[in-house]
């Protein structure tokens, strides 16, 4: 028994568990990429921000934050606009930011968490109708029934039961794994947000 006549046997359900598949692979692997490039950060960034901000060149600590390009230098950026607004009106706007940058590295997850509930859903349907015909078949063969009939039929309906936990657990994996990293790069943007807010409340040299 290969594991692609297994496969063959599940029927027309394993065409939407292989694209929900496909579709899980690709969402995990995009975010990834962008969720690795949002946690990267430039050590010397701040430092640079406190010099200019301290020395009052707004425009420069501006340029060096459209030149980063980082979820953690919009956020900077964001404060450094309202800078010379009372500091409450800085820190929401810090932090409505920091709402659009978290729900941007967030964009996808719903795909994995639906598939995550809804591939088994979709295993169970394919095994249920699975059973159906098969003692459809059984009965459609009278007198010529045998139990290698029926065996036959119930093992090819629970190839898609098998087929849609595999697709929901991997997804399920994925999303926990992906929430995780997103969860660590918004903690690092508050830490970054509570660092901004610091120089800005730091006495000039």
């Known amino acids: 028994m290969s594991f692609w006549s297994l496969i063959m046997d599940g029927g027309y ?3 939407p568990l292989a ?17 690795n ?7 010397s960034f701040m430092d640079r921000i406190r010099d200019c901000v301290h020395d009052g060149d707004i425009e420069s600590a501006a340029n060096l934050c459209k030149k980063t390009d980082s979820p953690y230098s ?13 500091m409450n009106d ?11 940058e978290v729900a941007n590295l967030a964009k ?4 994995l968490s639906t598939t995550a509930a809804g591939a088994p859903m979709l295993g169970f349907l394919g095994t249920v109708v699975g059973m159906i015909q098969a003692f459809y078949s059984l009965a459609s063969a009278g007198t010529a029934a045998n139990i290698t ?18 697709v ?4 399920l994996f994925a999303y926990n794994f992906l929430t995780a990293r997103i969860n660590s790069v918004m903690n690092r943007l508050e830490a970054g947000t509570m660092e901004f807010m610091d120089i800005l409340n730091e006495p000039a040299n």
């Open 13 to 15: 359900i394993m065409i």
């Open 74 to 86: 919009r956020l900077v950026a964001k404060g450094i606009s309202r800078i010379g607004r009372p």
């Open 149 to 166: 009939l029926l065996s036959s039929g119930i093992y090819q309906a629970l190839v898609t039961t098998v087929a849609g936990l595999i």
């Open 19 to 35: 694209i929900l598949l496909l579709v899980v692979i690709y969402v995990f692997t995009e975010r990834c990429i962008v969720i």
């Open 90 to 100: 800085i820190l929401v706007a810090i932090e409505n930011t920091g709402n659009i």
């Open 37 to 43: 490039r949002a946690a990267r950060r430039d050590n």
């Open 108 to 111: 996808g997850l719903p795909w």
């Open 168 to 171: 929901g657990i991997i997804a």
